[in-house]
């Protein structure tokens, strides 16, 4: 059965829209714990529009499962995330006009930026894990950087429209996720996975963990975050 994290990122984007000191990501860490969630998953985006400087301290302090910091190749996230020392950080492409993050990681084309950060990561005792693409040229590349794990970023397969092509997207899916563990690497999975479609990506054989915030933070506004955590983990036995 693969894990579970549980993304925080939208507890803080309700505080921020009044930059008040409620809900607190911290707490609602720790319930997501106690309902039984494996990780806890912050985004540090380099706008700090939701989670801060702050919030990342004291999930360190707080986190007894283990910390999944989300963050870009940025030299000064970076040199944060060495101090702050997460169980792992997740690298992703950044840009600041989008509402989410949109794609993965293309690290064919950062090749020597993607490859710097992982080092300077893992030298650090961080596990770093790239967020790609489900393709095979993407995992080729991601291997090379030295990293030990991908996860595939599930946008593709969350938003296609009919039955066919979300099948389609499926099966890249496992496609990817077969040739990856067939380097050695450890594949997550993550983005747009909700109580509808979430049991076909946690049946693909190996998938170690998924990642999930917005249907999770979502569901919780109506029947509470422990039930909307206990919900999902459902799903995914
Ligand atoms: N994994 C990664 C790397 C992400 O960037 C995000 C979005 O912050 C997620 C998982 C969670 O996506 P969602 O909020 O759509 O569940």
């Known amino acids: 059965m693969p894990k579970l994290g549980v993304n925080i990122d939208h507890i803080a984007t309700l505080r921020q829209a009044r930059r008040e000191f409620e809900p607190d990501p911290v707490l609602a860490a720790a319930i997501c714990e106690e309902a039984g969630c494996d990780s806890i998953v912050a985004?540090?985006?380099?706008?700090?529009?939701?989670?801060?400087?702050?919030?990342?301290?004291?999930?360190?302090?707080?986190?007894?499962?283990?910390?999944?910091?989300?963050?870009?190749?940025?030299?000064?996230?970076?040199?944060?995330?060495?101090?702050?020392?997460?169980?792992?950080?997740t690298l992703v492409p950044e840009r600041r006009e989008e509402i989410t993050t949109e794609g993965g990681l293309d690290v064919i084309k950062n090749f020597d930026k993607?490859?710097?950060?992982?080092?300077?990561?893992?030298?650090?005792?961080?596990?770093?894990?790239?967020?790609?693409?489900?393709?095979?040229?993407q995992i080729g590349a991601a291997k090379k950087t030295g990293a030990k794990i991908i996860e595939i970023h599930t946008g593709c397969y969350a938003n296609a429209k009919t039955k066919k092509a979300t099948e389609a997207e499926l099966k890249k899916i496992k496609y990817a996720c077969k040739y990856a563990q067939g380097l050695g690497i450890t594949v997550n999975a993550g983005h747009g996975l909700k109580y509808d479609n979430t049991k076909e990506v946690a049946a693909i054989p190996g998938?170690?963990?998924?990642?999930?915030?917005?249907?999770?933070?979502?569901?919780?506004?109506?029947?509470?975050?422990?039930?909307?955590?206990?919900?999902?983990?459902?799903?995914?036995?």
Do not use: W
């Not at 710097?116 to 005792?125: E, I, P, R, T, W």
């Not at 170690?208 to 036995?237: C, Q, T, W």
């Open 114 to 137: 993607v490859r710097d950060a992982v080092s300077k990561l893992q030298k650090s005792g961080i596990e770093v894990s790239l967020f790609i693409p489900a393709d095979k040229k």
């Open 43 to 89: 985004h540090l985006r380099e706008d700090r529009r939701h989670i801060n400087d702050s919030d990342i301290k004291r999930l360190r302090k707080s986190i007894k499962t283990r910390f999944n910091l989300e963050m870009s190749v940025n030299r000064e996230i970076i040199a944060i995330a060495c101090r702050i020392q997460p169980d792992q950080a």
């Open 207 to 237: 998938m170690y963990e998924l990642n999930i915030g917005h249907s999770i933070i979502s569901r919780a506004v109506f029947v509470g975050l422990p039930k909307a955590v206990k919900d999902m983990l459902k799903i995914i036995n």
